[in-house]
């Protein structure tokens, strides 16, 4: 789950980077709704924790202009402003859920799981696939009831296929949502990671395939 914070406070952003980073989940920040139009339009992401208060343009400017633009990407709505009209007017102009600052890091991801569970069609926290079994929650995952010994990096990879089931994924798509910004990566290094996960999927359902000269597709082999 990659996401985009849009947060002008650097102390905060900084604290939610870290603690989403430790979960395992890679997380970029911007300083204003400019730049963050500007990363929307060439990089892909899971999740947006918005502020509203912000320099230039305000957090409902943005959320506006995506949703005119048809683009229904999970918006949390982080601020300061506890209003009830604040509230309403965040979720009329599209967010699809609001939290109030100071906040507990733990409700914060619980509530961006809530929004990709929903995003995704869920209810549930857990992805089954045949023998396979991913927790969001609790970041793991089991083949026949037996926890996997797997990377947070390998992690984010199989929440990545799970989501794209019988998908085709290049490079570019995988380093795209497994990279934030400021972390440097290589070709070898997805498929190192590649490899390692295959690795721990040894016997699951799970299979992931190479196609040759396109990239990676995952398929449930029952």
């Known amino acids: 789950m990659r996401m985009l914070l849009i947060e002008d406070n650097e102390s905060l952003a900084d604290s939610i980077r870290v603690y989403f980073r430790n979960l395992g989940h890679p997380i970029d920040w911007i300083g204003s709704v400019e730049k963050a139009e500007s990363s929307l339009s060439f990089a892909d992401f899971d999740m947006l924790i918005l502020d509203i208060n912000l320099p230039g343009k305000s957090g ?3 959320l506006q202009s995506l949703r005119n633009q048809g683009n229904r990407i999970p918006v949390l709505v982080l601020t300061a402003r506890t209003e009830v009209d604040d509230r309403v007017s965040s979720l009329d102009f599209g967010a699809d859920d609001y939290l109030a600052k100071p906040f507990d890091f733990r ?6 799981r809530a929004l990709y569970r929903r995003e995704r069609g869920g209810a549930s926290n857990e992805i089954q696939c045949g ?3 991913y927790d969001l929650a609790a970041h793991s995952a089991k083949v026949n009831d037996v926890t996997l010994d797997l990377r947070p990096r390998e992690l984010q990879l199989l929440e990545l296929f799970l989501k794209n089931l019988d998908r085709v994924l290049t490079k570019d798509d995988i380093a795209n949502r497994l990279y934030s910004y400021d972390e440097a990566y290589t070709p ?6 590649l490899t390692r996960l295959r690795k721990q999927l040894d016997g699951s359902t799970l299979i992931i395939k190479t196609i040759r000269g396109l990239g990676y597709l995952a398929h449930v082999d029952d």
């Open 60 to 62: 409902f400017q943005l």
């Open 107 to 112: 409700e914060l991801a619980a509530r961006c």
């Open 131 to 133: 023998n396979l079994v």
């Open 188 to 193: 070898n290094a997805i498929e190192q990671t």
